[in-house]
């Protein structure tokens, strides 16, 4: 009777552990997932240049088509809905959230690069040497094993820039 209940132990602990590793792993390609994704959409938004303000020298990124370019691309890549939640077949399980879309050009007045952004909350700090779209977005973490502590939300930054030549 003891040799079984040390075998069932030890059981228990093996799926444990396995279904902890099922979970970070799905992490891990979530993350991956939500990092690709995140750096197409703002590679895209930034290609949303004013022509009127570029025919006169100056890099103004318009930010309602910026925007709407940004979520077009998630939604494209990601297999997501209007509303960012998952489509049938999608890899993600959760709704994406758009926590942060930051458009920084030439219309800030004072500014010039090489700048200095830093944002606390998201943990970002960087030089931009020119006009940027900054965004973060997160979705839930998967859950396999429910346990006490909730996980923090799978968050991830993405910063696009042009880079003037010198």
Same mark, same amino acid.
């Given at each position: =009777?003891?040799?079984?209940? *040390? !075998?069932?132990?030890?059981?228990? /602990?093996? /799926?444990?552990?396995?279904?902890?590793?099922?979970?970070?792993? @799905?992490?891990? /390609?979530?993350? +991956?997932?939500? *990092?690709? +994704?995140?750096? =197409?959409?703002?590679?895209? %938004?930034?290609?949303?240049?004013?022509?009127?303000?570029?025919?006169?020298?100056? !890099?103004? &990124?318009?930010?309602?088509? +910026?925007?709407?370019?940004?979520?077009?691309?998630?939604?494209?890549? !990601?297999?997501?809905? @209007?509303? !960012?939640?998952? $489509?049938?077949?999608?890899?993600?399980?959760? $709704?994406?959230?758009?926590?942060?879309?930051?458009? &920084?050009?030439?219309? &800030?007045?004072?500014?010039?690069?090489?700048?200095?952004?830093?944002?606390?909350?998201?943990?970002?700090? *960087?030089?931009?040497?020119?006009?940027?779209?900054? +965004?973060?977005?997160?979705?839930?973490?998967?859950?396999?094993? %429910?346990?006490? *502590?909730?996980? @923090?939300?799978?968050?991830?930054? %993405?910063?696009? @820039?042009? $880079?003037?030549? $010198?």
């Amino acid at each position: =009777m003891d040799y079984i209940i *040390k !075998l069932a132990f030890v059981l228990l /602990i093996f /799926i444990y552990t396995w279904f902890f590793q099922a979970q970070n792993q @799905e992490w891990d /390609i979530e993350r +991956a997932l939500l *990092k690709d +994704a995140n750096n =197409m959409a703002v590679h895209d %938004a930034a290609q949303e240049i004013n022509d009127v303000e570029r025919s006169q020298g100056r !890099l103004i &990124i318009d930010p309602t088509i +910026a925007f709407e370019t940004f979520q077009d691309t998630l939604q494209l890549n !990601l297999g997501l809905d @209007e509303g !960012l939640s998952p $489509k049938a077949g999608s890899r993600l399980h959760h $709704k994406v959230d758009i926590v942060k879309f930051v458009i &920084i050009d030439e219309s &800030i007045v004072g500014l010039s690069f090489p700048f200095l952004y830093e944002d606390a909350q998201y943990g970002i700090t *960087k030089y931009i040497q020119g006009p940027s779209v900054i +965004a973060v977005i997160e979705t839930e973490h998967p859950v396999l094993i %429910a346990r006490s *502590k909730t996980q @923090e939300p799978i968050r991830v930054p %993405a910063i696009q @820039e042009y $880079k003037f030549n $010198k």
